[in-house]
């Protein structure tokens, strides 16, 4: 059995199989779930995950990134994955011919792919239904539809909105636009245009128990134990679990300082009374970073809180004052529990003055990864 690694995350599939069952219950079995997995599974490793979501059975998965498409494939991924768009034309054509389905947001690319291909394949449209970033907008959309459809070899499998919103206060409107995108599409339909997939809600959209007639829902957030929700209380999001459970490192050094020592670090420079200091391997280049101005940070060692003192490229120094015993090689709970504290992701992202998602981005892909029922290392958050 391979030792744990010196820094390394673990991921709870429990969680997210937890997760994926409470998003099913809401959204009801005459919807599919479509799992977005973008942005390296929101920082949770995309290969573990997909890899888990596709043992989950759901329907298909999403990305972004055209890398990330090729990489589950190459883990033995044989779920539909879906490409949200792209901005360039070429990674959009390359996805085509690999297997993928792209997302069309302009008649341009329509045409581009129905020139290249020479039999029937799949593609998503998407449509602005009041965000305002990518699609077609509703007021133009129905032409847009119909020149498509005109196109030879293309089938257009689903068509898709993106509502989010991130308050209470901004439920109506969400509600409001889930509306005019049920109408749009029965209008389609009646019209004789028919679509496999139709998506418009997201985590949020399920977890403010919003309803719409689409056959689909495509979530994020929600799969990862994470609220979508920028204001605490806004909705109860008290069943979700995380799923990043744990990030570990270890004690490599520890140096004690006397009374009167005119040491640097963490700006102390003259210490009033004895200080033992203790040094992770873990930086800025792991994606830490020190807490700003008026927070506190702190890891847990042997069960107890050591705040940080700093935060350099490559290392993190603690303050290991009343700390018996510590020594190199002592684990340290940077994300988790040790014993009956616990480090919670917002409290990090409250230290770096940022929101819990933003801080599992500057983490993603800095660790190895394992999932907390296995014993091989899977892959790099």
Same mark, same amino acid.
């Given at each position: 059995?391979?030792?744990?690694?010196?820094?390394?995350?673990?991921?709870?599939?429990?969680?997210?199989?937890?997760? *994926?069952?409470?998003?099913?219950?809401?959204?009801?079995?005459? !919807?599919?779930?479509?799992?977005?997995?973008?942005?390296?599974?929101?920082?949770?490793?995309?290969?573990?995950?997909?890899?888990?979501?596709?043992?989950?059975?759901?329907?298909? #998965?999403?990305?972004?990134?055209? !890398?990330?498409?090729?990489?589950?494939?190459?883990?033995?991924?044989?779920?539909?994955?879906?490409?949200?768009?792209?901005?360039?034309?070429?990674?959009?054509?390359?996805?085509?011919? %690999?297997?993928?389905?792209?997302?069309?947001?302009?008649?341009?690319?329509?045409?581009?792919?129905?020139?290249?291909?020479?039999?029937?394949?799949? *593609?998503?449209?998407?449509?602005?239904?009041?965000?305002?970033?990518?699609?077609?907008? #509703?007021?133009?959309?129905?032409?847009?539809?119909?020149?498509?459809?005109?196109?030879?070899?293309?089938?257009?499998?689903?068509?898709?909105?993106?509502?989010?919103?991130?308050?209470?206060?901004?439920?109506?409107?969400?509600?409001?636009?889930?509306?005019?995108?049920?109408?749009?599409?029965?209008?389609?339909?009646?019209?004789?245009?028919?679509?496999?997939? /139709?998506?418009?809600?997201?985590?949020?959209?399920?977890?403010?128990? #919003?309803?719409?007639?689409?056959?689909?829902?495509?979530?994020?957030?929600?799969?990862?134990?994470?609220?979508?929700?920028?204001?605490?209380?806004?909705?109860?999001?008290?069943?979700?679990?995380?799923?990043?459970?744990?990030?570990?490192?270890?004690?490599?050094?520890?140096?004690?300082?006397?009374?009167?020592?005119?040491?640097?670090?963490?700006?102390?420079?003259?210490?009033?009374?004895?200080? /033992?200091?203790?040094?992770?391997?873990?930086?800025?280049?792991?994606?830490?970073?020190?807490?700003? %101005?008026?927070?506190?940070?702190?890891?847990?060692?042997?069960?107890?809180?050591? !705040?940080?003192?700093?935060?350099?490229?490559?290392?993190? /120094?603690?303050?290991?004052?009343?700390?018996?015993?510590?020594?190199?090689?002592?684990? *340290?709970?940077?994300?988790?529990?040790?014993?009956?504290? %616990?480090? /919670?992701?917002?409290?990090?992202?409250?230290?770096?003055?940022?929101?819990?998602?933003?801080?599992?981005?500057?983490?993603?892909?800095?660790?190895?990864?394992?999932?907390?029922?296995?014993?091989? %290392?899977?892959?790099?958050?």
């Amino acid at each position: 059995m391979n030792q744990p690694a010196a820094v390394c995350a673990e991921i709870d599939l429990g969680a997210l199989a937890s997760n *994926v069952r409470l998003m099913q219950q809401i959204a009801g079995s005459d !919807k599919q779930l479509i799992a977005s997995i973008k942005a390296n599974a929101y920082g949770h490793g995309v290969v573990p995950i997909a890899q888990a979501l596709q043992d989950l059975k759901v329907d298909a #998965l999403a990305t972004g990134s055209l !890398k990330e498409a090729q990489l589950l494939r190459q883990h033995g991924i044989v779920l539909p994955i879906l490409l949200f768009a792209f901005a360039d034309s070429e990674l959009t054509m390359r996805a085509v011919t %690999e297997g993928f389905i792209p997302t069309l947001t302009h008649l341009q690319m329509a045409e581009a792919i129905s020139g290249v291909v020479k039999n029937p394949t799949s *593609v998503y449209l998407k449509i602005d239904a009041g965000l305002g970033r990518l699609g077609e907008p #509703l007021d133009s959309a129905r032409q847009w539809v119909e020149k498509i459809f005109q196109l030879p070899n293309l089938r257009i499998e689903g068509i898709y909105t993106h509502v989010p919103f991130a308050d209470s206060k901004q439920r109506d409107w969400a509600a409001q636009r889930l509306q005019a995108f049920d109408q749009f599409v029965a209008e389609l339909k009646n019209a004789g245009y028919q679509f496999s997939v /139709t998506q418009a809600m997201a985590s949020c959209c399920l977890l403010a128990r #919003l309803q719409d007639h689409c056959n689909a829902v495509c979530v994020g957030h929600a799969l990862y134990g994470l609220s979508p929700f920028s204001s605490p209380g806004s909705v109860d999001v008290s069943q979700l679990r995380p799923v990043m459970k744990n990030l570990k490192s270890r004690i490599i050094h520890t140096s004690h300082h006397a009374e009167g020592s005119d040491i640097a670090v963490g700006g102390l420079y003259g210490l009033k009374r004895p200080r /033992t200091i203790g040094v992770l391997p873990t930086g800025m280049a792991h994606g830490l970073c020190k807490p700003v %101005e008026g927070k506190v940070m702190a890891v847990l060692i042997r069960g107890r809180k050591a !705040k940080v003192l700093s935060v350099s490229l490559e290392h993190t /120094t603690v303050d290991l004052d009343g700390m018996e015993g510590v020594s190199p090689g002592d684990p *340290v709970t940077l994300l988790g529990y040790d014993g009956d504290e %616990e480090i /919670t992701l917002s409290s990090i992202a409250t230290a770096w003055g940022i929101q819990p998602l933003e801080a599992l981005m500057r983490l993603s892909g800095r660790f190895p990864i394992r999932s907390m029922d296995a014993t091989e %290392e899977s892959g790099r958050i």
